[in-house]
């Protein structure tokens, strides 16, 4: 039982990492139609300012200066790269996604090495243990710093703004007739997304490692998850990666440590299969 | 009453990717009057409609709104606001939104005073009782007739200056369509000006009192409704053709 307990401890931090990038996924989607796979690479670069660039500061201001830097270069990227293209079409605007990923990747690569780098928890390496049950001061962190922000998003992007979203999302022209202004809500959307990767980004690496290449597979288990919960509302998408966390890690516990990647993209098949529109996405939802 | 506003196209070109698609079309709808554009399909009706909210590109002449020129710096949401409103053709109402989210959704993009939100709730639901029971109901769910009411308490509740309604007549049961345009044509009273963008022009005509008639792109031919229903070129043009 306690066992149990640990292991599903363990995948709901785990969750909530993956979850602040589906919710960044969700919100974008939901205010542009577009899907931004650079969001793994983004939060690998804000590990890099928060870890590596500036060894002796305080992780107080390395993590503001990964704010402060890759959170516009998010934006940036939106404004200069992705809303052109993807006004002309959205799946170029998904390839170019990837493309930026890889560029941000390999110039993380180039300028710090590949190699594995070393992350210290910014809420220390204590550990405190409940019954049997052991917890380390970073998970206790992510649990606290990654639900209260979680939180606040869906909260943010429930009832009034959550139609906005929707009707920019199907049907934007009509959104715009209405006195809607369009961009400002996809620069809303590209901006709060941008926050909620540094997040990630800087919480992520004492738990995950960090290496240049290990947004691609963060970015995309959490892309697994929002689509498992439903990409197009924040608390589905939120919810579908917590529970992946959870997942994933139980089979990593009880049947195949070595096989949890090919369990999760497993799952991910599963859904597409059975419910393409998510778990938690109501029946009568109409997709336009 | 004050005095009136108008909306003014003047010589006006609009169309996309940088071909017109209507030329020098002129016409004019103020506060307070009703006024129709028939034409037959594809005659540019639609296209017209978008140059005026900014959705086509304007290409030549004017179009202006109370004295000031909408240029293409004029945004859509910039005309909304300004107390432009559109019942689109096809109605375009959000599948996934609730019928009472709609509303409020259009009252509060039109930046309309929050506190006269529940009033003009109720001002919709009252011309269109059908709405308040569907109040809850998903967009998408509601049958033809009832988005059609949705698309007009929509742009209802921007409280508009002019009302643009493309196919006023699309979906409504004939009773309902009456009690609707009745309802509308009230409305002039208070300040509310209409333009009415029609296929079939014995309703327009009926309910207006003057028009125009596009055919090709192009204005062919304006007056009143008793001048338009007796002139031989709106019969050779139009009507004879139905």
Known sequence: MTDFVQIVLSGAVVGVLYALLSAAYAIVYAGTGFVNFSFGALAVLAGYFGYVAMPGSAIESRALVALVVVAPISVGAWLLVFEPIVRRSPVAGVISAFALAIVIQEAVAFTAGNVPRSADSP?????????????????????????????ATIIAFSTR?????????????????????????????????????????????????????VGTSMGLVAFVGAVLGGLDRVGTAVAGSLILGVAESLFGGYISSDLRTAFVFGVFILVLIVRPVGLFVGATKQKV | MTEPSTLSLAAASYGYDGVP?????????????????????????????????GTAEPMGGSTSWRGDEMGASWGPHQRARSGLSLVPEGRRIFPSIGVEAQLRLAHRAARRIRSELDHDLGFVYEIFPRLAERRQQQGGLLSGGEQQMLAIGRALMQAPSILVVDELSMGLAPTVYQDVADRLLG???????????????????????????????????????????????MHDLYLGAQ
């Open chain 2, 21 to 53: 698609i209507v030329r020098d079309v002129s016409l004019e709808v103020a506060t307070g009057e009703a006024v129709f554009l028939v034409g037959p399909n594809g005659a540019g009706k639609s296209t017209t409609l978008a140059g005026i909210f």
């Open chain 1, 123 to 151: 809420f220390g390496s204590g550990l405190e243990r409940v019954g049997g049950v052991v917890m380390s001061h970073h998970a206790m962190g992510v649990l606290l710093v990654g639900g209260v922000l979680l939180a």
């Open chain 2, 187 to 233: 409305l002039l009273r208070d300040g509310l000006g209409l333009l009415l963008v029609e296929q079939n022009a014995r309703l327009a005509m009926k309910l207006c009192h003057r028009g125009y008639l596009m055919s090709n792109g192009n204005i062919v031919l304006s007056g009143t409704s008793h001048e338009m229903a007796e002139s031989g070129e």
């Open chain 1, 161 to 213: 703004s959550a139609d906005v979203l929707k009707a920019v999302h199907q049907d934007r022209e009509m959104a715009m007739l209405l006195g809607v202004r369009a961009r400002r809500v996809a620069l809303g959307v590209t901006v709060c997304a941008g926050v909620l990767v540094v997040v990630a980004g800087v919480l992520a690496p004492p738990a995950f490692g960090l290496t240049p290449y």
